[in-house]
């Protein structure tokens, strides 16, 4: 007879998330409908909710700290606040300062609006709050609604989905110095094909630059879409989107290429 799995040292399991302290953050601001829509998500599954986001859209900060300014926190209720900085900042104040009397016991970051897919994890700020969330020691999980530009989001998609596909993680576990990144694709909640556990992808495309004049005269560029022409290597998270299942994806903090590592020291030693 097997019972439930014994916790392994090392490993973030939380059978009963009905008690936890849950933090929410995201990239896209304080305003943002993903961050409603997680806080919704979070809602479901525990009473203790605290959202602390950044006061203005982060999407591309990355894991950056803001080192050369003051941070101002917005208090908008006891367990809503703004702050006038990045993802990472946000997480560091609202362990370190805002809740240090009783930590979370789990990060939730996002809904972001749009996809964090193969290389996009690098960039992101969803990804960076959960990357900062592990760092402490926290379980973290990155949540993304995938879209495009000629419809409304899906948020809903998104609020059905998320709730027992957390609940199910949070029971399984997985080891510290991992996130969990999940990416809903682009379809209405019933016809989510399902759940996979997939590897992260390569876009195939690059990025597209615009150039425009400012109203001087002068040229100025945007960064705009990032290409992604097929993205149909099997098993991954561009895959899985595309074909209507929820990916989900174990991000490692340690960028090592351990296979590189032993050809290289014995190259480097002759
Ligand atoms: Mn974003």
New binding site residues.
């Given amino acids: 007879m097997s019972g439930p799995p014994t916790p392994r040292a090392g490993v973030h399991r939380i059978a009963d998330l009905s008690g936890a302290r849950i933090l929410v953050t995201?990239?896209?601001g304080i305003h943002a409908p993903g961050l409603k829509t997680l806080e919704a998500v979070a809602r479901t599954l525990s009473d203790d909710i605290w959202v602390v986001a950044p006061e203005q859209?982060?999407?591309g900060a990355g894991h950056s700290l803001t080192l050369s300014r003051p941070l101002r926190v917005r208090h908008l209720s006891e367990r809503r606040h703004a702050v006038t900085g990045t993802p990472t900042d946000c997480v560091l104040l609202a362990v370190h300062h805002l809740l240090k009397d009783r930590k979370p016991d789990i990060l939730l970051s996002g809904v972001?609006?749009?996809g964090n897919l193969g290389e996009d994890v690098t960039y992101?700020?969803?990804i960076a709050a959960a990357m900062e969330g592990t760092l402490m020691g926290l379980p973290s999980i990155a949540l993304s609604q995938c879209c495009s530009g000629d419809h409304p989001v899906k948020w809903h998609t998104a609020e059905d989905h998320a709730p027992a596909l957390i609940r199910r993680l949070a029971a399984i576990g997985w080891p510290h110095g991992v996130l969990m990144n999940v990416n809903v694709p682009d379809r209405v909640a019933a016809s989510v094909a399902g759940t996979r556990v997939v590897v992260q992808g390569q876009r195939a495309g690059g990025v597209s630059i615009i150039e425009q004049q400012d109203p001087r005269g002068r040229p100025i560029c945007w960064i705009g879409d990032f290409a992604s022409h097929h993205p149909l290597e099997e098993n991954t998270d561009l895959w899985a989107v595309a074909h209507g299942y929820i990916s989900v994806t174990p991000l490692h903090l340690d960028l090592t290429h351990q296979a590189t590592c032993g050809p290289l020291a014995q190259a480097l030693a002759d």
């Fill in positions: 995201n990239d896209d859209e982060q999407s972001n609006r749009g992101s700020g969803t």
